[in-house]
């Protein structure tokens, strides 16, 4: 309490202390906050540029990381497609070597192979020169074939006309022309004429008008082309001088066909031949080479041959005949045997029974 | 007595009858009465007589109408329009053979002058009739209607369409077979009408099976059958590779080389024409020919005979060298230029020279060998010549500068070339386009050659020495004209070095 009242006390000293002691300071007050404010923004402005500063530093050397990582990975890929491009390279230039290789030794083998074309040429020049003288030999081979027929043909014409002047040969009494007595051997004409044949006079050909050959006829360049048909009465022959019958008639004449009478027209063994055609045409008809014949003693020699089915040694297999099933029930793939769908012809199951008294039907 | 006269009297009708076509039917082989029979009215008078009784009557009537309209023009188109022709068409059903071969010989005469009237001659219906006679028993029924669809079918495709259409071609190679050789001539010259106009027929007449036996006639004696033969075959070749590779393949080839070997003309003619038609189509065929040593047989051919027979061959040589660089030497080494040089200059037709001048190009176009193989036989002057000539016609100058043009793009060889220097303006068109010619030019010396040609300034031959050095550097001309060296030594001489 002392305090306080010693407080008290003193509190109007202490009041007009504290105006006294504001109003000498709030002189000074404006400069002192300016002063501050400037001390304090510089501080400040320091202190942020420095923290700014910081995180430069610090974002460098981020960012120096990030780059230096991109950069080596960015490096490796540069690094690993030069590389790839320079093996490619190398190897595009060792293809085209290889190829330039294979490609001359290709042309040069097969295309435009020097040695091979040589070879060739060589080989169809001695073809050319085989072919030469083949057709040479050829055409010589012809030559001469037509040589010989020159000659023979001249043979024969010679032969003809030694022919023709037969009469010309000399005779025992009279030398011919070609054997004159003032030469000291006779011509070969005459040999000739000895060999030769005389040529016989032709017979006078009738003159016709129409020429009869027709083989020659070609191209329609003959005049005479056609012969007289056969069937026209000749109406280019004359009629001869005198009594005679009408030309017409003679000619049916002497071209009457041969009428032989009935007795010559019908051969002798007509009986004979008569039976041998029926027999013919029996046989054509008939179905069966074998003769059927009633008698039985005609077929008792004949051997009964078995038929194959039922000569087996395994006995004859009823089956397909009377059955239609393995008669063993265990064989069945069911056990039930066939059902009949349709009832059964009554005829039929009397077959065999039915017909038993003399025709009757029972 | 009556009975005598009443046959007296038809009697005397038919032998005047008879008289009257026989007479027409001489008259009418002579050209010189055609025109007065023609204006007599004879057609008129002997159409008639076709429809005779008597057989011989019709028989002459229509081989006096045949030789009537053999003659000309006219008096086919006469025939034609009396109607005659379906009449004949008729008639030929029933008749003998006689008939059948005077009929037939109508219709080819008919056909025979222009396309109009072999129209005609199909449209009456005459081609089923002779193809029926093809089928007769005479050999010279057939030959004549053989005949007559060979005048028909020469005309143009249609026709021949027309005569394949009606089935004419298996009987036409079943008449091949027979053994009448005229027969087989005929027939094998219609085969060769009708395969001549298009692939189609001649695939018709291969389809037909003729090849083997048209291959089999080529070695038969008869010249003119094989004449015809050729012929056909290469009617049938010429038209596509198949259809040639067929005709090779009848094993035609060594044979057909004694063809061309033959005493006749024409069967030479043919047989080189038959070689060409295959040798034309493709290397390989070309080739099988050289291999089979055609070509030395066709230069042989070449060799032996003279004019238009030689000029196929003559052709056959170019086209076997245009296939390809190996052929054309083939061709060399056979000898083939020299043979062509002689043709170039004995020939005295245009075309056959043009086709020489040609064949010569494609021998020489392909390497410097080949051109200096062509070139040493002297025929680069000769061609030149050709080409200089007035007379010469345009296509043979065309051909000339062309072929020339071809070797000497290609020619080395300096001596072949230096006479042409003194008058040649086309080979100077060659050297300023082609810079591998020009590189030649110099490194074989010819331009040196030129600039020792000692020519008067102003004249023709200096002007065309300053245009091919023109075509060249300066130095280069310089370097090879002959003082050149002297210069050289001279300024050497003169030269004072630059004292200090």
């Known amino acids: 309490m002392a305090t306080l009242a010693r407080l008290q006390a003193r509190s109007s000293f202490l009041r007009s202390q504290y105006y006294f002691r504001n109003r000498v300071v709030d002189v000074f007050r404006k400069k002192e906050y300016d002063a501050a404010v400037k001390i304090q923004s510089w501080f400040r402005g320091c202190q942020v540029r420095a923290y700014i500063r910081h995180l430069h530093k610090i974002a460098i050397i981020i960012q120096k990381w990030w780059r230096g990582f991109l950069g080596r990975k960015m490096y490796q890929l540069v690094v690993k497609v030069a590389y790839y491009t320079m093996k490619m390279n190398l190897y595009n230039a060792m293809a085209v070597r290889i190829q330039k290789v294979w490609r001359g030794y290709r042309i040069r083998k097969y295309c435009f192979n020097y040695f091979y074309l040589k070879e060739y040429l060589r080989a169809v020049s001695e073809t050319n020169e085989a072919i030469r003288e083949t057709l040479e030999e050829f055409a010589e081979m012809q030559e001469r074939e037509e040589k010989k027929a020159n000659l023979e043909r001249e043979e024969k014409k010679r032969d003809y006309q030694a022919r023709k002047m037969h009469y010309l040969l000399s005779t025992a009494q009279i030398p011919g022309i070609y054997n004159s007595p003032f030469r000291t051997e006779p011509d070969p004409w005459e040999l000739q004429l000895q060999k030769a044949k005389p040529l016989v006079h032709p017979r006078p050909q009738v003159k016709q008008m129409y020429s009869p050959s027709l083989t020659d006829w070609l191209a329609c360049t003959s005049a005479h082309s056609f012969p007289q048909s056969k069937f026209l009465p000749p109406i280019t022959r004359k009629k001869c001088q005198g009594p005679f019958r009408d030309i017409n008639e003679v000619l049916e004449q002497r071209y009457k066909p041969l009428e032989p009478t009935l007795r010559v027209a019908e051969p002798f063994n007509h009986l004979k031949l008569s039976r041998e055609e029926l027999r013919r045409k029996e046989w054509v008809q008939n179905v069966n080479d074998k003769m059927f014949l009633p008698f039985s003693s005609y077929h008792k020699n004949e051997k009964y041959i078995p038929s194959m089915h039922s000569s087996s040694k395994y006995g004859p297999d009823s089956c397909g005949e009377q059955h239609f099933r393995s008669e063993n029930p265990k064989k069945w793939i069911c056990d039930k045997d066939f059902q009949t769908v349709l009832p059964s012809f009554d005829l039929f199951s009397k077959y065999g029974k039915s017909y038993s008294k003399a025709g009757q039907i029972i | ?500």
């Open chain 2, 1 to 500: 007595m009556s009975q005598r006269q009443v046959f007296n009297v038809f009697e005397q009708y038919q032998k005047a009858r008879v008289q009257f076509v026989q007479m027409v039917a001489e008259l009418a082989n002579k050209p010189q009465n055609i025109e007065i029979l023609q204006n007599a009215g004879v057609i008129s008078l002997l159409r008639p007589l076709l429809l005779d009784v008597v057989p011989s009557v019709q028989q002459t009537a229509a081989l006096a109408l045949g030789r009537l309209a053999n003659y000309n023009e006219d008096l086919a188109e006469a025939i034609v329009k009396d109607n005659i022709l379906p009449q004949l068409v008729y008639s030929m059903t029933e008749q003998n053979r006689f008939y059948k071969k005077a009929a037939a010989f109508v219709f080819r005469a008919v056909s025979k002058h222009s396309p109009q009237l072999a129209q005609a001659v199909v449209d009456c219906g005459a081609l089923g009739i002779l193809v029926i006679c093809l089928e007769d028993f005479d050999p010279g029924v057939k030959e004549a209607a053989a005949w007559a669809l060979g005048y028909i079918s020469r005309h143009n495709a249609e026709l021949s369409q027309a005569v394949v259409d009606e089935g004419a071609v298996p009987l036409l190679v079943l008449c091949i077979q027979e053994p009448e050789i005229a027969l087989k001539r005929v027939a094998a010259s219609v085969l060769s009408d009708i395969a001549k106009h298009c692939p189609e027929l001649a695939h018709a007449v291969v389809d037909a099976g003729a090849i083997p036996h048209l291959a089999q006639m080529i070695v038969s004696p008869n010249a003119k059958l094989k004449c015809q033969v050729l012929s056909a075959l290469s009617q049938i070749a010429k038209h596509c590779v198949d259809l040639a590779e067929m005709v090779v393949e009848a094993e035609i080839f060594p044979v057909v080389l004694t063809c061309l070997k033959d005493k006749d003309d024409d069967v030479k003619r043919n047989g080189s024409i038959l070689v060409r038609e295959i040798a034309k189509h493709s290397p390989e065929l070309s080739q099988l020919i050289v291999n089979r040593g055609g070509v030395a047989a066709v230069i042989d051919c070449i060799s032996s005979c003279k004019g238009s027979i030689r000029l196929p061959g003559i052709m056959m040589l170019g086209y076997v060298a245009a296939h390809s660089e190996n052929l054309a030497m083939a061709v060399i080494i056979s000898k083939g230029v020299p043979q062509l040089s002689i043709c170039l200059s004995e020939e005295p037709e245009d075309h056959i020279k043009a086709a020489t001048a040609w064949s010569l190009g494609q021998i020489g176009r392909h390497t410097s060998e080949h051109a200096k193989a062509v070139a040493v036989t002297n025929t680069l002057p000769v061609l030149l010549s050709l080409y200089m000539a007035a007379e010469s016609s345009e296509d043979l100058q065309v051909k000339c500068e062309k072929s020339m043009k071809n070797i000497l793009q290609k020619c080395t060889h300096v001596p072949a070339l230096e006479p042409l220097l003194h008058d040649a303006p086309p080979n100077i068109l060659v050297l300023p386009h082609d810079s591998k010619a020009r590189r030649f030019f110099v490194t074989s010396g010819g331009l040196k050659k030129i600039q020792q040609i000692k020519a008067e300034p102003g004249s023709l031959l200096q002007e065309y020495i300053n245009k091919i050095n023109n075509c060249y550097p300066e130095e280069i001309v310089r370097y090879y004209s002959p003082g050149f060296s002297d210069a050289l030594l001279q300024r050497v001489d003169s030269y004072q070095p630059p004292t200090n």
